[in-house]
């Protein structure tokens, strides 16, 4: 049976926080708001909870599950190397709209998919999600529908969609941005676009060559 608390009432945030932050520690999957789009979450250092992910949006680890961070530091101890590329936009753009893929740190023994050592990374702006993720430490996160439908930009819509597979719904108001992360990839010879999304890919280029 899932729960869903809005958290922007002030007297159920917190309950919300700590049930979310409970059901992530339990293994359990969870919906928050991000900057972009509503996100499915779970511990992501647990393949059980990754893989309920996988299921509730029926697809296959063929499609990674992206981890969300809380803050800069913690991309350190999850990526092999700290590349000055890497620095450069996450200095630019998180907390924000741009996602980024690097090599993944040897030591980690998560499961998130079909990923070749890779992993992407990325800090939302939303001040409820990084309260979320400073409790919980990383989160793999994926859009909160089911593979192949709009992203909901609601609990309530990603509650139609995923029902009981989700076990706490954060309810913390519509979308800010509506669209997924532009996703840029660091771990070949030159960074590469994976996706256009709500950050121009224009920018992140303009970044990267007035830095190199």
Known sequence: MSRTFNCLDEKTR???LRSAADAVEAGRLV???TDTVYGIGCNAFSPEAVNKLLQAKHRGPDMPVPVLVG???TVRGLSRDYTRQMNVLIE???P???SIVVHQAPSLTWNLGDTNGSVMLRMPQQKLAIELLQKT???AVSSANISGNPPALNAAEAEAQLGNSVSVYLEGGQAEIGTPSTIV???GATPQILRE???PSEKAFEVLKANS
Do not use: K, N, R
């Open 31 to 33: 919906v928050l708001p």
């Open 14 to 16: 917190e309950v919300g």
């Open 185 to 187: 990839d660091l771990t």
């Open 71 to 73: 803050s800069w530091d």
């Open 137 to 139: 430490g990383p989160m």
């Open 197 to 199: 999304g709500a950050v």
């Open 96 to 98: 924000g709209g741009l």
């Open 92 to 94: 630019a753009f998180w």
